[in-house]
């Protein structure tokens, strides 16, 4: 029996939960966008209206604005845009537990189960588009197919509140002609490889060479052909399986140009202190600490390490980052953002403990109790004396690191 796979997407999220915050920009082209005075002047977002005019995601404001001369710009509100999906997931776990996140604004659900107690695909997919518009006001679109793949393009295909199935009888005479890029593993590189070897639409590469692929692409050639040809056992995750994430980050675009090592720390050891954070609410801890820095060309160097023993330490973190920083930049050139990252993360309950761990251990306890007193008076009740009464941290927030953004696909 085949699987009745749904992929749902919200339009326009942030622009959509922006204008129903502001009722007042009804019928105007929206953006949203960061702080211009803190440098993060380009569009975050935009709804229907700037995108007709041409309103693209990541450029400048002043471009936004000769493109759009009327166009209302927003900060964002992410702590709405986590309210809001969650209210949106909490209606799709009324149909099934198979509800896969994909990103805030998108998952896909699995309803095989479920067509016996609401219908078949179709009937529920209306039935979400409906209850979503009638409990939050947004609109999503969903793909309906056999695979996740094909249910994700299908809900690329309608856009707003739409409906769109992909059959096994029928997908290939409505996707067929359709660049492999619009596949969600295909990324940028990969479609430029396929396009070298003639390989341009969907239906050239279900039907490509194995062989010839593979040779170019590994592995990844099966899998590539297998989603073409609507071949794919990847099953939706429940909702509720708890799933360790690969990395978690924190960066910044400084509000001005970081200039020397000594400032450097200082915005390392705030991002630091915000990764720790992030890890010990998920309970987890880093076996390695990635870099990531950004000269004012806006050219990225990258650089990682292992941490041992692996930690949730604020301290630890920054330490390691500084040192990544010593080997990969000398500040002949000023830098204008700066991420540190946990990588290769675990289970805290998991790692096992060693002989010289006590004044690692102290060290957790130590920040543990930092935490108890943030959540009790907040984030700012107690920072390290470096933060203190500097100008290159003051738009970073305690809730920053939960800022959500699109998942992006790979290459």
């Known amino acids: 029996m085949g699987k009745t796979i749904l992929h749902c997407d919200l339009n326009n999220f942030y622009a959509s939960v922006e204008q129903k915050l502001h009722p007042e920009y009804d019928g105007m082209p929206l953006a ?118 094909l249910a994700k393009l299908g809900s690329d295909l309608k856009k707003p509140d739409a409906t769109t199935v992909l059959d096994k009888e029928h997908y290939m005479d409505v996707i067929g002609d359709m660049s492999p890029s619009e596949m969600i593993m295909i990324g940028k590189q990969t479609s430029e490889k396929l396009t070298k070897l003639n390989v341009r639409t969907i239906r050239q590469l279900a039907n490509a060479d194995r062989d010839a692929l593979r040779h170019i692409f590994g592995v990844v050639a099966d899998n590539m052909i297998n989603a073409a040809q609507g071949v794919e056992t990847e ?95 000398n500040f002949n050139d000023p830098l204008r953002a700066i991420t540190v990252s946990a990588i290769r993360l675990e289970n805290k309950d998991g790692v096992q403990i060693s002989l010289f761990d006590e004044p690692n251990d102290k060290a957790d306890k130590l920040e543990k109790t930092i935490d108890d007193i943030r959540a009790k008076y907040g984030y700012h009740s107690v920072q390290r004396g470096i933060l203190l009464e500097n100008d290159l941290t003051g738009n970073l927030h305690e809730d920053d690191d939960f800022r959500p953004f699109h998942q992006s696909k790979t290459t």
């Open 235 to 329: 099953e939706v995750k429940h909702y509720y399986d708890i799933r360790i994430p690969k990395s978690v980050s924190n960066g910044t675009t400084t509000p001005r140009d970081i200039k020397n090592l000594d400032e450097a720390k200082i915005v390392i050891y705030a991002l630091a202190d915000m990764v720790a954070l992030r890890l010990r609410s998920y309970n987890l801890v880093a076996n390695g600490i990635g870099l990531s820095i950004k000269n004012p060309a806006l050219q990225w160097t990258s650089k990682q390490i292992p941490l041992s023993p692996a930690s949730a330490n604020s301290g630890a973190i920054a330490k390691s980052a500084i040192s990544l920083i010593e080997k990969i930049h």
């Open 32 to 149: 949203v966008c960061g702080n211009p005075e803190a440098r993060h002047g380009i569009v975050l977002a935009k709804n229907q209206l700037a995108k007709k005019a041409g309103v693209q995601t990541g450029e400048t404001l002043w471009s936004a604005r000769q493109k759009c001369p009327d166009i209302i710009f927003v900060p964002p509100h992410f702590d709405e845009y986590v309210k809001h999906s969650k209210q949106v997931f909490e209606i799709y776990t009324r149909f099934t537990d198979r509800v896969e996140s994909f990103g805030i604004d998108e998952c896909w659900l699995d309803v095989t189960g479920s067509e016996k107690l609401f219908g078949d695909g179709v009937t529920i997919a209306n039935k979400l588009r409906e209850l979503v518009k009638e409990k939050t006001g947004l609109t999503i679109s969903v793909g309906v197919s056999f695979t996740k793949t």
